[in-house]
């Protein structure tokens, strides 16, 4: 067993290291594997230093969704801090994944999809790829609808007519389609300007969303004379209260859809290290910017929510409608650019990245990252996130929960790849050659599919009683609760254990 892991080890050391950062040494351009926009980022390309990637989090999780996001656990029986809590909690767990799947990146300069070929092949990357792609496509769908909802709402202070128009066939108005394909254009028009403008615009957002929150914040207070009534009231699950005792049955499925948030940038996260200038910088960045950032955004979220119901005698979580209420012009505009700022710049950061690299990656020579962004659009168009959003309590165990599933074992399986076998160490030319150490059998890793089947198998009955097509007994039901930790768990131990004790056959070795 020691000398199969030695064997590994030394043969996927390719090209030296020079301190923390690999390059590559071999023109390996002309392999079908090779593109632009999939080889690794040269050292005079990783100019991203601790601020860049704290500003990244920054930005991404000071957006509307974050904003609303306590939402659904309040409503499904949290007291604030319980509500907020859980949104640090989930965020704290899934930065683990998110610093380890980043580690490669930094090291190595690749994104997400070459980072897979590793453990599934060169060919079964496709696979992960592809199943964090569609997911983006969703959330792209679903950022988009709320930019464009935003437009919208503010539009139609100014003219109310447009509320009253009747409703198409995908039922929503003609005007509401208008603002949504504006936004959308918008969003496509940044990721043709390329990687840097996306740095340069998250930059801009991270303290602008950060600021405009506070002053939002301290409004509330000031016009309500203190928070309101949401920060005293008790939980659901207290002594005496509607559901006590039965906080643990609940707490599971929550935590779960708060991880499930940012599962998905827990893959996919060297799309973005791999222009980290060194790992001190990934992780640092990473730290600062994600789970604090989610908690202070989702309590300002509940406070000034619990603030509207003393100032307008109703509570109003979405932050759109609040604005919507201040009659100034020169507020509008105001608010209207810095939500289609905000909003911009999670979707073009969050869910356009990846999927774009991961549409690439299917035909690297004839797909560029271009063209995969193009066409996460116009699958977030299709999948009509208006009704994905429809329900804020499916949107959190449904939505969230349920892939948080899928993408649970895809991160077992490159964990226990990169780090359980490889100990980090990756031949860089041999991700892009092909029958070369990672190609396996005809470009598949059989192991990794086998081991992300076991991981995902456990929660799909779960799933399927959630949306209501079968019935189940009740473990399934717990089961799908843990569902991320769940597959994350089986998938991790499965394949580690499965590439031990097959390690002497070769092609499933990364042997040179």
Request: net charge positive.
């Amino acid at each position: 067993m020691a000398s199969t892991i030695e064997r590994m080890s030394s043969a996927d050391q390719g090209p030296a290291a020079t301190g923390e950062i690999v390059e590559l040494t071999t023109d390996v351009s002309g392999s079908p594997y090779y593109s632009k926009d999939m080889a690794p980022v040269p050292r005079a390309g990783r100019k991203w230093g601790t601020w860049d990637i704290a500003a990244l989090w920054i930005s991404m999780s000071a957006c509307i969704p974050t904003y609303m996001l306590a939402s659904a656990l309040i409503s499904g029986g949290m007291n604030w801090w319980e509500a907020v809590l859980t949104i640090f909690l989930g965020n704290a767990i899934v930065l683990i994944p998110m610093v380890l799947n980043a580690h490669a990146g930094t090291r190595y300069g690749i994104p997400f999809p070459v980072y897979c070929r590793a453990s599934f092949g060169l060919r079964g990357a496709n696979v992960p790829a592809m199943l964090r792609a569609l997911v983006a496509c969703g959330w792209f769908g679903i950022q988009t609808w709320i930019g464009g909802g935003a437009i919208y709402q503010i539009l139609c202070v100014w003219f109310p007519k447009m509320a009253e128009l009747p409703q198409t066939w995908v039922g929503i108005n003609i005007a509401q389609i208008g603002c949504f394909l504006f936004f959308w254009l918008v969003n496509i028009a940044v990721i043709y300007a390329g990687i840097e403008s996306i740095r340069v615009l998250l930059n801009i957002k991270a303290p602008l969303l950060i600021a405009l929150g506070l002053i939002l914040l301290g409004w509330a207070y000031s016009q309500a004379g203190g928070f309101g009534p949401m920060l005293s009231t008790p939980s659901a699950f207290a002594p005496g209260q509607p559901k006590q005792g039965q906080f643990w049955e609940y707490f599971p499925a929550a935590l779960t859809g708060m991880i499930g948030f940012w599962a998905t940038l827990s893959l996919n996260i060297p799309d973005f290290s791999r222009y980290a200038r060194s790992q001190k910088a990934q992780i640092i960045g990473q730290t600062i910017g994600l789970p604090t950032t989610m908690a202070l955004y989702s309590f300002i979220g509940v406070a000034v929510t619990s603030a509207t119901v003393v100032i307008y005698g109703k509570s109003i979580w979405d932050p759109v409608e609040l604005l919507t209420r201040f009659k100034n012009p020169a507020v509008l505009i105001l608010a209207m650019l810095a939500l289609c700022i905000a909003t911009l710049a999670t979707n073009i950061a969050a869910n356009v990245v990846s999927p774009a690299n991961d549409f690439a990656h299917l035909f690297p020579k004839r797909i560029s990252f271009r063209t995969g962004g193009l066409i996460t659009g116009v699958l977030g168009i299709l999948m009509q996130p208006w009704k994905l959003l429809a329900d804020p309590t499916g949107y959190i165990f449904t939505w969230l929960g349920g892939y948080s599933g899928l993408l649970g074992a895809v991160g077992g399986i490159l964990i226990a790849d990169y780090f359980w076998m490889r100990r980090t160490k990756l031949n860089l030319d041999g991700l892009y050659m092909k029958n070369g150490p990672y190609f396996y059998q005809g470009g598949i890793n059989p192991i990794a599919l086998l081991a992300l089947a076991a991981g995902i198998a456990p929660c799909v009955p779960g799933f399927l009683a959630d949306i209501k097509v079968i019935s189940v007994p009740w473990i399934w039901s717990t089961l799908y609760h843990y569902s991320w930790f769940l597959s994350f768990g089986i998938s991790f131990l499965l394949y580690g254990l499965l590439t031990l004790a097959t390690g002497k056959n070769k092609p499933l070795v990364a042997a040179a």
